[in-house]
């Protein structure tokens, strides 16, 4: 009651914000003569004079007036239309970063050009986001003719397009493209192995054209590039003849030699699950893979060039030594199946990472399997709230205004029409059986054509559209149908779906984003005429003239039999969508009418109003045939709609929740990734990393601060000696030194493993040593990357089960994938400390040699990739190869930088390594996500 008064008296928000921007569309409409005077030149001139004022710090929002004035003569000039003043209007809340909802017809990719122009005198570059390539091509080529004079360049991102094409397209002050390929270009940027391999800049400014369908409507699934894991099928087959013919050594080797009962190849840990080579183990490995033809005579398994065997190596040992069948897995219909070690259950599509799982098929000898992997993924919801500003356009976004607020942070401003609607909404009819519905629709269809009305018929499935189709063909009435899959041919016909007489049938999406002109559209077929250049001058100018004179006489004629007619054949569970298809009628004061047409058979009305509507229905005792037109009816529908529209709401924002974890995540080891890509040398890393391996294997025998009696000096030499290539005598330092303490072992150990790092740069040179230890941490980065997503895609689909044992599933997600991601973060570590510290080199060409099989090793993840989202197999979308996918790939300054997470922000501000972590832990910076630097 209060709020209803005080808004009598001031006004709704939306009202003082429109009227607030009405008076700066006032100063630009006195600038409007001053403006008209300039010569083409100087209105260029203009640009270059506002991007000077930009570079000397004044800001976009003071230099507005003169902009949006600038580019509505250059419009006028250009295009032969002038933004009207609500058009004006419009593109300031685009500017604020808000949300414009603007009536179909009221002219949207004009009202772009207003904040698009000013934006991009920034230099930073702009994003223009459409939901099709056929939008993005046309209104890139239809705008780009007033950007070019305004001295602006545009880029149009496509699918498909060559990485060259793809740099130049971002390199422009505008690009113009889909949402999916946005999204894929970021991911894609985040896996490659050079900097100038990237396409994408800095995220700066985005204008989402139609923002409903891509914020809401496709943010239940996340964009994914998968790819199948490297192919080493052969490999894993020819290794498992390896293990049979090596022997276990049983007891181990003491430093004075006793120990060992009887001489082996490998020994094994059973409780840690490893599995080691001795040194004779070694020689006899390298000297039957020597035969096999697969080391070259006399090279050992620690030379770079033969990294990936090492690991093939270990995962065969480690199948035939330490995996049973019958106890770790069975055998089931050819496949190898887990058994959990716990419970004794079989988990059937669970699979072993590293290679293990493939090491197991080989030994039982059933198909090897390679598996398909998620490389890289992201939502659009946090892919478009990395943007430092994010604004978007529809028709209708009111009825989801709450969900743009709370989750993207952006207001929806209800833009007025430039001229009153008169577009008259019918009561829905309600019959009791789909074919009486049908029924109607073709009475009411039938009336129109004879009355020379244009009808477009929406349908909520291609099924109800093709028999409906049919239903017309029978009735002998001439049509067309559009089911939203050839975007250029349906832009075509929609456009001519104004003619009298025209019946269009089109799914709820198609043809979007293209006006229905009363009378037909004119002005395509003048465009084929002026590009004719066969025909002169004079004739050119009498066609168009005529052309339109006959547009002029067809548009009233239509505009007497009252506009374009909207029928609904059913309610779809979102009210947005119903006020879609209504809204493509009425555009611009045109007369116009729609009516839905129901049957208690709908999902919607039999879900939430059936029974009540039956009975009533049964109770009138209503014939065959008859409809209910209630305005109760209707509102019930609507307040159906609106429990569907909170229930999916409810699903994003969990999927969200869920999906911020790894968000969060993602942008560390994104940042990370750009900082080692971009870094000259990381000599810094790769040494503190190695000072903390080695802390850490000295602390496990020789804990801090204690005193002899506690120590494992035979366990510390051997695991220093198998693992990291040390051989020292510890022993004897003890025996010879009384005093010595556990903190001068591990500097003796630190300064071995230091001298043996050393003598390997030395060896090489710095700047090819650095070159490998990028290609090795990278490629780890990756790997590594690729198996933490698969934990947390295994994490996640079973962690709903935690609310059985009275615990909150979020929380416990939180918590399980905080601790897998500082697991991560140490296997980061121990292993590109581990190649490091194992590489055996003679030369810098050996050592380049490796650098790039490693690299190719990481590129090979992009063979045969996989782009998957639901719309996005439709638009006939490549699945890349690697030229193309590796290739797809430019010269970003700070992509997957940090960023904060609460709606559309800047970058994340450096973080000191002693300050809490902005992930949420509420640990130190440099004990949680600055691990890694």
Same mark, same amino acid.
């Given at each position: 009651?209060?709020?209803?008064?005080?808004?009598?008296?001031?006004g709704?928000?939306?009202?003082?914000?429109?009227?607030?921007?009405?008076?700066?569309?006032?100063?630009?409409?006195?600038l409007?003569?001053?403006?008209e005077? +300039?010569?083409?030149?100087? +209105?260029?001139?203009?640009?270059?004079?506002?991007?000077?004022?930009?570079?000397?710090?004044?800001?976009?929002?003071?230099? #507005?007036?003169?902009?949006?004035?600038?580019?509505?003569?250059?419009?006028?000039?250009?295009?032969?239309?002038?933004?009207?003043?609500?058009?004006?209007?419009?593109?300031?809340?685009?500017?604020?970063?808000?949300?414009?909802?603007?009536?179909?017809?009221?002219?949207?990719?004009?009202?772009?050009?207003?904040?698009?122009?000013l934006?991009a005198?920034?230099?930073?570059?702009?994003?223009?986001?459409?939901?099709?390539?056929? +939008?993005?091509?046309?209104d890139?080529? !239809?705008?780009?003719?007033?950007?070019?004079?305004?001295?602006?360049?545009?880029?149009?991102?496509?699918?498909g397009?060559?990485?060259?094409?793809?740099q130049?397209?971002?390199? /422009?002050?505008?690009?113009?493209?889909?949402?999916?390929?946005?999204?894929?270009?970021? #991911?894609?940027?985040?896996?490659?192995?050079?900097?100038? /391999?990237?396409?994408?800049?800095?995220?700066?400014?985005?204008?989402?054209?139609?923002?409903?369908?891509?914020?809401?409507?496709?943010?239940?699934?996340?964009?994914?590039?998968?790819?199948?894991?490297?192919?080493?099928?052969?490999?894993?087959?020819?290794?498992?003849?390896?293990?049979?013919?090596?022997?276990?050594?049983?007891?181990?080797?003491?430093?004075?030699?006793?120990?060992?009962?009887?001489?082996?190849?490998?020994?094994?840990?059973?409780?840690?699950?490893q599995?080691?080579?001795?040194?004779?183990?070694?020689?006899?490995?390298?000297?039957?893979?020597?035969?096999?033809g697969?080391?070259?005579?006399?090279?050992?398994?620690?030379?770079?060039?033969?990294?990936?065997?090492?690991?093939?190596?270990?995962?065969?040992?480690?199948?035939?030594?330490?995996?049973?069948?019958?106890?770790?897995?069975?055998?089931?219909?050819?496949?190898?199946?887990?058994?959990?070690?716990?419970?004794?259950?079989?988990?059937?599509?669970?699979r072993?990472?590293?290679?293990?799982?493939?090491?197991?098929?080989?030994?039982?000898?059933?198909?090897?399997?390679s598996?398909?992997?998620t490389?890289?993924?992201?939502?659009?919801?946090?892919?478009?709230?990395?943007?430092?500003? #994010?604004?978007?356009?529809?028709?209708t976004?009111?009825?989801?205004?709450?969900?743009?607020?709370?989750?993207?942070?952006?207001?929806?401003?209800?833009?007025?029409?430039?001229?009153?609607?008169?577009?008259i909404?019918?009561?829905?009819?309600?019959?009791?059986?789909?074919?009486?519905?049908?029924?109607?629709?073709?009475?009411?269809?039938?009336?129109?054509?004879?009355?020379?009305?244009?009808?477009?018929?929406?349908?909520?499935?291609i099924?109800?559209?093709?028999?409906l189709?049919?239903?017309l063909?029978?009735?002998?009435?001439?049509?067309?149908?559009?089911?939203?899959?050839q975007?250029e041919?349906?832009?075509?016909?929609?456009?001519?779906?104004?003619?009298?007489?025209?019946?269009?049938?089109a799914?709820?999406?198609?043809?979007?984003?293209?006006d229905?002109?009363?009378?037909?559209n004119?002005?395509?077929?003048?465009?084929?005429?002026?590009?004719?250049?066969?025909?002169? /001058?004079?004739?050119?100018?009498?066609?168009?003239?005529?052309?339109?004179?006959? !547009?002029?006489?067809?548009?009233?004629?239509?505009?007497?039999?009252?506009?374009?007619?909207?029928?609904?054949?059913?309610?779809?569970?979102?009210?947005?969508?119903d006020?879609?298809?209504?809204?493509?009628?009425?555009?611009?004061?045109?007369?116009?009418s729609?009516?839905?047409?129901?049957?208690?058979?709908?999902? #919607?009305?039999?879900?939430?109003?059936?029974?009540?509507?039956?009975?009533?229905?049964?109770?009138?005792?209503?014939?065959?045939?008859?409809?209910?037109?209630?305005?109760?009816?209707?509102?019930?529908?609507?307040s159906?709609?609106?429990?569907?529209?909170?229930?999916?709401?409810?699903?994003?924002?969990?999927l +969200?929740?869920?999906?911020?974890?790894?968000?969060?995540?993602?942008?560390?080891?994104?940042?990370?990734?750009?900082?080692?890509?971009?870094?000259?040398?990381?000599?810094?890393?790769?040494?503190?990393?190695?000072?903390?391996?080695?802390?850490?294997v000295?602390?496990?025998?020789?804990?801090?601060?204690?005193?002899?009696e506690?120590?494992d000096?035979?366990?510390?030499?051997?695991?220093?000696r198998?693992?990291?290539?040390?051989?020292?005598?510890?022993?004897?330092?003890?025996?010879?030194?009384?005093?010595?303490t556990?903190?001068?072992?591990?500097?003796?150990?630190?300064?071995?493993?230091?001298?043996?790092?050393?003598?390997?740069?030395?060896?090489?040179?710095?700047?090819?040593?650095?070159?490998?230890?990028?290609?090795?941490?990278?490629?780890?980065?990756?790997?590594? !990357?690729?198996?933490?997503?698969?934990?947390?895609?295994?994490?996640?689909?079973?962690?709903?089960?935690r609310?059985?044992?009275?615990?909150?599933?979020?929380?416990?997600y939180?918590?399980?994938?905080?601790?897998?991601?500082?697991a991560?973060?140490?296997?980061?570590?121990?292993?590109?400390?581990?190649?490091?510290?194992?590489?055996?080199?003679?030369?810098?060409?050996q050592?380049?040699?490796?650098?790039?099989?490693i690299?190719?090793?990481?590129?090979?993840?992009?063979?045969?990739?996989?782009y998957?989202?639901?719309?996005?197999?439709?638009?006939?979308a490549?699945?890349?190869?690697?030229?193309?996918?590796?290739?797809?790939t430019?010269?970003?300054?700070?992509?997957?930088?940090?960023?904060?997470?609460?709606?559309?922000?800047?970058?994340?501000?450096?973080?000191?390594?002693?300050?809490?972590?902005?992930?949420?832990?509420?640990?130190?910076?440099?004990?949680?996500?600055?691990?890694?630097?």
């Amino acid at each position: 009651m209060t709020t209803g008064f005080l808004q009598k008296i001031f006004g709704s928000r939306n009202q003082r914000l429109v009227k607030q921007y009405q008076k700066t569309v006032t100063t630009i409409n006195a600038l409007e003569t001053q403006i008209e005077k +300039l010569t083409d030149d100087q +209105l260029r001139g203009k640009t270059d004079e506002f991007r000077q004022r930009v570079a000397a710090g004044e800001s976009l929002d003071k230099l #507005l007036p003169e902009a949006f004035a600038v580019c509505r003569e250059a419009s006028r000039r250009v295009l032969k239309m002038r933004h009207f003043d609500v058009q004006m209007i419009g593109g300031m809340v685009l500017h604020y970063g808000k949300i414009a909802e603007m009536r179909t017809g009221e002219g949207k990719t004009l009202v772009a050009t207003l904040p698009v122009y000013l934006n991009a005198l920034a230099g930073r570059g702009v994003h223009v986001v459409t939901v099709n390539d056929y +939008l993005a091509q046309r209104d890139a080529e !239809w705008m780009a003719r007033l950007y070019n004079f305004l001295g602006l360049s545009v880029g149009i991102n496509l699918s498909g397009m060559e990485h060259d094409q793809k740099q130049q397209a971002y390199a /422009a002050d505008i690009t113009y493209g889909t949402n999916n390929e946005f999204g894929f270009d970021y #991911l894609r940027d985040n896996m490659v192995y050079e900097t100038d /391999a990237r396409v994408q800049r800095a995220l700066n400014f985005a204008v989402v054209d139609e923002v409903d369908s891509i914020l809401i409507d496709e943010a239940r699934t996340p964009l994914i590039i998968s790819g199948q894991a490297e192919d080493h099928t052969e490999l894993y087959v020819r290794m498992n003849a390896l293990p049979p013919l090596l022997e276990r050594q049983i007891g181990e080797e003491k430093a004075d030699g006793t120990g060992v009962e009887k001489p082996g190849d490998y020994t094994l840990d059973e409780k840690a699950r490893q599995v080691f080579l001795t040194e004779s183990g070694h020689e006899k490995a390298e000297r039957l893979l020597a035969e096999w033809g697969l080391i070259g005579e006399g090279e050992s398994l620690y030379a770079p060039q033969n990294i990936t065997l090492m690991h093939h190596v270990y995962a065969a040992l480690r199948a035939h030594t330490l995996f049973h069948k019958d106890q770790h897995y069975v055998v089931q219909n050819g496949e190898v199946v887990i058994v959990d070690e716990f419970t004794g259950r079989l988990m059937a599509g669970r699979r072993w990472s590293d290679g293990l799982h493939q090491a197991v098929e080989a030994k039982e000898h059933v198909k090897i399997q390679s598996e398909n992997q998620t490389l890289a993924s992201i939502t659009f919801q946090n892919y478009f709230r990395m943007y430092a500003k #994010l604004a978007g356009m529809t028709g209708t976004a009111d009825t989801e205004a709450y969900e743009f607020n709370e989750i993207y942070g952006l207001e929806t401003v209800v833009i007025p029409t430039n001229r009153p609607p008169k577009r008259i909404d019918k009561q829905d009819q309600i019959y009791k059986t789909a074919k009486e519905r049908y029924d109607a629709v073709i009475r009411d269809i039938r009336d129109c054509y004879e009355r020379g009305q244009p009808v477009l018929v929406g349908t909520t499935s291609i099924e109800n559209s093709e028999l409906l189709s049919h239903l017309l063909k029978q009735a002998g009435l001439p049509h067309e149908v559009l089911n939203a899959k050839q975007h250029e041919r349906e832009a075509a016909i929609v456009a001519e779906a104004g003619r009298p007489k025209r019946v269009t049938i089109a799914t709820n999406m198609a043809g979007r984003g293209t006006d229905i002109v009363l009378g037909g559209n004119a002005e395509k077929q003048a465009a084929f005429i002026e590009a004719d250049e066969a025909i002169p /001058a004079d004739e050119k100018a009498r066609r168009i003239q005529q052309l339109h004179d006959e !547009w002029e006489t067809l548009h009233e004629q239509v505009k007497a039999a009252g506009g374009l007619h909207i029928i609904g054949t059913e309610r779809h569970e979102s009210r947005r969508i119903d006020n879609q298809l209504r809204g493509r009628a009425g555009r611009q004061g045109d007369p116009g009418s729609s009516r839905f047409y129901l049957s208690l058979d709908d999902p #919607l009305l039999r879900i939430f109003a059936g029974d009540r509507v039956r009975s009533i229905m049964d109770r009138l005792k209503m014939p065959e045939g008859e409809a209910i037109e209630a305005g109760i009816v209707t509102r019930s529908i609507e307040s159906a709609q609106r429990k569907v529209e909170a229930r999916n709401f409810d699903i994003r924002k969990q999927l +969200l929740e869920y999906d911020d974890v790894s968000n969060d995540q993602r942008k560390v080891i994104y940042q990370q990734r750009n900082e080692l890509l971009e870094a000259h040398d990381i000599t810094e890393t790769i040494t503190a990393m190695r000072h903390g391996v080695i802390t850490e294997v000295v602390r496990q025998f020789v804990p801090e601060g204690s005193i002899e009696e506690q120590w494992d000096v035979p366990e510390l030499e051997e695991a220093l000696r198998n693992d990291w290539q040390l051989d020292l005598a510890i022993q004897e330092m003890v025996n010879e030194s009384s005093s010595i303490t556990a903190e001068e072992i591990l500097d003796a150990v630190m300064t071995a493993a230091d001298e043996q790092y050393e003598s390997k740069v030395a060896m090489v040179g710095r700047e090819s040593f650095s070159a490998f230890e990028r290609s090795v941490m990278l490629q780890t980065v990756d790997r590594l !990357w690729r198996e933490h997503l698969a934990a947390l895609d295994h994490l996640r689909q079973g962690i709903h089960l935690r609310g059985y044992a009275q615990k909150n599933p979020k929380q416990e997600y939180k918590r399980e994938a905080f601790e897998l991601f500082a697991a991560m973060l140490e296997a980061i570590k121990q292993e590109v400390t581990r190649v490091v510290m194992n590489v055996q080199i003679q030369s810098p060409e050996q050592l380049e040699e490796a650098a790039e099989q490693i690299e190719e090793r990481g590129a090979g993840h992009l063979e045969n990739v996989e782009y998957q989202h639901a719309d996005y197999a439709e638009s006939g979308a490549p699945v890349a190869n690697v030229a193309a996918a590796a290739a797809a790939t430019a010269t970003a300054d700070m992509v997957g930088s940090a960023m904060t997470h609460s709606g559309p922000g800047g970058e994340m501000p450096k973080v000191g390594r002693n300050d809490p972590c902005p992930c949420g832990s509420g640990k130190k910076y440099k004990q949680c996500h600055g691990k890694l630097s």
